[in-house]
């Protein structure tokens, strides 16, 4: 019986396949086997219901032969859960799929992409696009650069950083500041050489040490 449709017992579905057990129909497959429909087919027209019980269990293999209201039955309640899972339960299936782990392989490793098992759901796929999308806003001290050339800045506590990965450098200017004040980020901003990330950290390089404070955007390459 049907544990999510009990008002359809003679199916399994959806909580698990229709059972095989059952077997095929087959046709009358000699004349001897001609005979023996034809006696149960006497005996129930005179309503030995008895008799007719005794002929199939002395043979079984007239079931096969046979089509009883158990059959239509069952075949009634496969076809009616199945339609009843695809109106109103698939939706809602596929929804869970897309939206969590279930079918996908969100922890996919480099060199299984290609693998056609692979798929990544829609919130993995997100949440890619939005590590995308992010900014990370550094900013740089005059007097917190370090050595005598090239020069070397650490700004911690970013979080979203990441070691493994590369970004690129843009300025933080809105376009609103003053001509001179431009300027100056312009001209610290060319200063700088390169960096290197690492968890929720950054370090930035300049051959000459910038004498303004200012910041940089960071944004993965």
Known sequence: MSTTYPDYPHTHFPDELTDEARGYK???KDVQTAQLI???QTQFTLGNTGKCHDILV????LQEMMW????YNWIRDAIMALERFYKEDV???MEQMAATKAGFRDDIQPGQSGDRYNGYSINKINSLFEELRQEY???LTASAWEGTGPFSQTVTNIPGLRADRS???FSALTGTEEVANQKAYMKAMGFITGGETSD???TIYAYKKPDISFSIILREA
């Open 167 to 169: 970004y690129e450098r």
């Open 68 to 71: 009883k209201a158990d059959d």
């Open 91 to 93: 939706t809602a299936t």
């Open 58 to 61: 002395a043979n079984p293999e």
């Open 200 to 202: 929720n950290s950054v």
């Open 26 to 28: 087959q046709d009358v």
């Open 137 to 139: 806003r550094v900013d």
């Open 38 to 40: 034809q006696e149960y």
